[in-house]
């Protein structure tokens, strides 16, 4: 009766997870080096979800498999007075593009939201269930 709730909280932990990668995404959308400094930009990220539970995939809810990197390839813009330019004025960026992370945040923000909503319409009926048995 309970494994509802269970459901619900899987789908908010999936969906705060891609959140997070996509903020990560825009916040390094003109990154031109990596950490350690090397002329590499960041490679957006992207969340694999799969069904069912991380420990148990045949039961129900969702669960993250993986954070992937998306290799497409980098965006390259002529700036030859950018200190990150090659030998021919190229500058590699991300391969984020700003626009599809935005639709993909809001799909996983009404997915967040659609959750709440779920487990709150659940804690209601169980809330009206025991008023019934009291």
């Known amino acids: 009766m309970f494994n509802i709730l269970d459901i619900g909280a899987a789908g908010l932990t999936a969906q705060r997870v ?25 490679r957006r990220r992207f969340v694999v979800l799969e069904p069912g539970d991380a420990n148990d995939p045949r039961g129900p809810g969702v669960h993250v498999a993986q954070v992937g990197l998306d290799s497409s390839p980098f965006q390259k813009r002529y700036e030859p007075g950018h200190v990150d330019a090659d030998a021919d004025g190229y500058v590699l960026y991300p391969n984020v593009h700003l626009p599809m992370e935005f639709a993909n945040m809001l799909e996983a923000s009404r997915a967040y939201e659609a959750s709440i909503t779920m487990m709150e319409t659940t804690k209601a009926m169980l809330n009206s269930s025991l008023r019934l048995l009291a």
């Open 18 to 42: 891609r959140m997070d990668t996509i903020a990560g995404n825009v916040l390094n959308a003109e990154t031109t080096r990596n950490e350690a400094g090397e002329r590499v930009p960041y």
